[in-house]
């Protein structure tokens, strides 16, 4: 690891400053779970680190317009443990449960792992499907992006080098809805997924027809992804077998996974079929039982 210079600023707007006099040379540190490993294998070396340990700001889950807003400098472990986010949200709640250990998680932070743009980040394909939009501020002020379009490549967002993430929000939830986050692994915790798929699912009142739906997968492409080609295919119908089968397979096929010493490419592809049935048809299932 290369030396580097270290500055704690106490505001956003401090922080953004910092990094416009240091575009392109500063890294932002949340909780460094991702970038300190980044730094020892030397993938990257930055020559500044701004840590934003001392800015007390965004680290608040709260309700915001119906739904839910969480500060980006939240923990996994602060959402791992929110009622607001397993009352409404249990397929985000879910995914926060299965990430790491409970030192990893009382150190990362949902923003690190947004921002870290892993293709195998657990809380992305999650967020996607349920409509989540990131809040930015840099020095041009704040703007919006939706989360499905927060990500351009493997380790590569939109933010540009003078901004930061500063809150994820939460849509109010309409209708009948569930979802879940299939998360496949060698083993149960402290695991990167071999894929992950999240779907949601809204029925119509008499449970007869999908009336919504959203389906995104993690570790199966260069970033992960929303496959609405595979949602046209449910929407409005009934959600018989060969429609689910269906719309799994054209998960599968838009897939775009690698092969490494975790998987094949050609596995990957076909445990996310396995898995995009299990996932919508618990969900159809239990929204069904719950009448």
Request: aromatic share 4%.
């Amino acid at each position: 690891m290369r030396v580097f210079d270290h500055v704690c600023p106490t505001s956003v707007e401090e922080a953004v400053s910092i990094l416009g006099m240091h575009r392109g040379e500063a890294k932002v540190l949340a909780g460094g779970t991702d970038l300190l490993n980044l730094m020892r294998d030397g993938k990257i070396s930055p020559k500044l680190i701004v840590s934003l340990k001392n800015i007390r700001e965004f680290r608040d889950i709260k309700k915001h317009d119906g739904g839910v807003s969480i500060g980006a400098f939240c923990t996994l472990e602060d959402c791992a443990r929110s009622e607001l986010i397993g009352g409404k949200y249990s397929i985000l709640y879910d995914a926060f449960q299965q990430m790491g250990s409970l030192q990893v998680r009382s150190r990362g932070t949902i923003g690190g792992n947004i921002c870290n743009a892993s293709p195998a980040a657990d809380t992305a394909a999650p967020l996607m499907v349920l409509g989540a939009e990131t809040i930015i501020q840099g020095a041009q002020g704040e703007r919006k992006k939706p989360v499905v379009d927060f990500f351009t490549g493997p380790g590569e967002t939109v933010l540009e080098p003078d901004e930061v993430l500063t809150t994820i929000t939460l849509p109010k939830i309409k209708g009948k809805g569930a979802g879940l986050y299939l998360k496949l692994g060698r083993r149960n915790a402290m695991e990167i997924a071999i894929v992950g798929v999240a779907v949601y699912v809204i029925l119509e009142p008499s449970n007869k027809r999908i009336r919504d739906m959203s389906i995104a997968i993690s570790s199966a492409a260069p970033k992960p992804l929303r496959v609405y080609e595979a949602e046209s295919i449910l929407k409005g119908q009934s959600p018989e077998k060969q429609l689910i089968e269906e719309a799994a397979s054209i998960v599968s096929r838009t897939s775009d996974p690698i092969t490494d010493v975790r998987a094949s490419r050609g596995y990957r592809r076909e445990m996310l079929r396995v898995l995009t049935i299990r996932a919508i048809a618990d969900s159809v299932s239990g929204l069904k039982g719950g009448r």
